[in-house]
């Protein structure tokens, strides 16, 4: 009976010891596999459901030239600060949280950063990726149809509420409002393109 006493007197540390054991496994597999930035491409997603290690894998499938990993995550994702929200190259949004999160945003005077000009217009060339080129799987006919798909908060929309569909809609649970996509305003990816061509692809997914 000593024994057992014993045994469920220290239970809280053992558990605790266990989940500091994961926790610090888990922050040394996450150094030990991860990319520079440089190599890699990071989309958050300001969802509560998201099958965020299957849509990596699909756009990892077809990933730029010189990126060996894509990573997707929750807003909530937090991992002992190995990875700055900050630092995201794609942010997926509802319109209710746009303004609150602007700061992380790229905005229009970053050209391709945006993917707007000044006007609601698509910008971009040959080098970063058009998004006029392809956009919800279809090629753009006019840059009235761009248009109508740029939200002058310069957020590509993604996820349109009222007709109920949206790109990558298989993986993302979207919540009864419109989406948009975003480039970050610190990505590493602006002036190579590379997070643009990683936009495209997700607004281009079923």
Sequence with gaps: MRF????????????????????FWGWIFTIVT???????VTVYCYVSEIRDK??????????PDG????????????????????????FILPESQIETYA?????????AAAGNDGDGGVAGDADSGDMSSSVDGNAAESSDTVDAIVDSSDGFLIY??????????QYIGYEGEDYYLFLGARSA??????ALEV???LLDME
Excluded at 34 to 40: M, S, V
Excluded at 54 to 63: F, I, Q, Y
Excluded at 76 to 87: L, P, S, T
Excluded at 160 to 169: H, I, N, Q, T, V
């Design 54 to 63: 299957d849509l990596a894998v699909a756009l990892e499938e077809n990933r």
């Design 67 to 90: 990126i060996r990993m894509i990573k997707v995550h929750p807003f909530d994702y937090v991992m002992m600060n190995i990875e700055r929200m900050e630092d995201g190259d794609i």
């Design 189 to 194: 990816h602006l002036e190579d393109g590379k």
């Design 199 to 201: 936009a495209r692809r």
């Design 103 to 111: 700061e992380l945003l790229a905005d229009a005077d970053g050209g």
């Design 34 to 40: 991860d990319a520079p930035a440089e190599e890699k």
């Design 4 to 23: 057992l006493k014993n045994v469920f007197s220290q239970l809280h540390s053992f558990i605790l010891w266990l989940m500091f054991s994961v926790v």
């Design 160 to 169: 349109d509420a009222a007709a109920g569909s949206g790109g990558a809609a």
